[in-house]
């Protein structure tokens, strides 16, 4: 079992950046999952932002993400990031990390264990 806590996400204007951070604990080492990013936004569905692998030597993105964001962990410290570039409004969400057995999988249903999430908001 894995707890993730996410952490990092705060109030930026268009054009800033931000870097998320999930934190892994629990009685199996995150290190043995694939990881992802998800976004909700308010009164929308939850959507798939970026994946990585258990290595992290493979990485996916949402193609409205591309170019704007890198996800990448350390394994060693049990965490995994994601860095969020050119942040416009419409990137206001609330992000979580989940973790899962499949690498690069954007069917949110396929994860076993998420965070509690951390907001974004972007202001203009």
């Known amino acids: 079992q894995v707890q993730l806590v996410e952490s990092g996400g705060g109030l930026v204007q268009a054009g800033g950046s931000l870097r998320l951070s999930c934190d892994a604990s629990?009685?199996?080492?995150?290190?043995?999952?694939?990881m992802g990013w998800f976004r909700q936004a308010p009164g929308k569905e939850r959507e798939f932002v970026a994946a990585?692998?258990?290595?992290?030597?493979?990485?996916s993105y949402a193609d409205a993400m591309k170019g704007r964001v890198t996800i990448s962990r350390d394994n060693a410290k049990n965490t995994v990031y994601l860095q969020m570039n050119s942040l416009n409004q419409e990137d206001t969400a609330v992000y979580y990390c989940?973790?899962?057995?499949?690498?690069?999988?954007?069917?949110?249903?396929?994860?076993?264990?998420w965070g509690q999430g951390t907001q974004v908001t972007v202001s203009s």
């Open positions: 990585i692998n258990w290595s992290g030597g493979r990485t």
């Open positions: 629990g009685r199996t080492s995150s290190s043995s999952y694939a």
């Open positions: 989940a973790a899962g057995y499949y690498f690069g999988v954007t069917n949110l249903r396929e994860y076993i264990y």
